[in-house]
Nanobody
């Protein structure tokens, strides 16, 4: 199971950015893919997740209405479109995979057993 996050960068406040998570080595439809973010000295925070098989989608309140998660099963990709970015969105973003149904545990990092390397997102104010 491998995941690779990409697409981070420096963006001005209010601007957009799209993160990508390339997956390989597993049957994607059996999993949920989540996005987390972390700033130095703080815990890793859950941002969003999508259940690949049924398409169920969840967002943290802090990003609801601004971020959109999507999947392309044929390409084994998951995306996080981030709009109206704020300075407080600055963090290292990670994608991670969790097997099965995680609707009630989706915010817990320990539910996700496979992680990609992070990609830095910096929002300048």
């Amino acid at each position: 199971v491998q995941l690779q996050a990409s697409g981070g960068g420096l963006v001005q406040s209010g601007g957009p950015l799209r993160l990508s998570c390339a997956t390989s080595g597993f049957t994607l439809t059996y999993y949920a893919i989540g996005w987390f973010r972390q700033v130095p000295g703080k815990e890793r925070d859950w941002v969003s997740c999508i259940s690949i098989g049924d398409g169920a989608i969840y967002y943290a309140d802090s990003v609801k209405g601004r971020f959109t998660i999507s999947r392309d099963i044929a390409k084994a990709m998951v995306y996080l479109q981030m709009n109206r970015l704020k300075a407080e969105d600055t963090a290292v973003y990670y994608c991670a995979a969790a097997y099965g149904v995680i609707s009630t545990t989706r915010t817990r990092p320990d539910v996700y057993h496979n992680w990609g390397q992070g990609t830095q997102v910096t929002v300048s104010s």
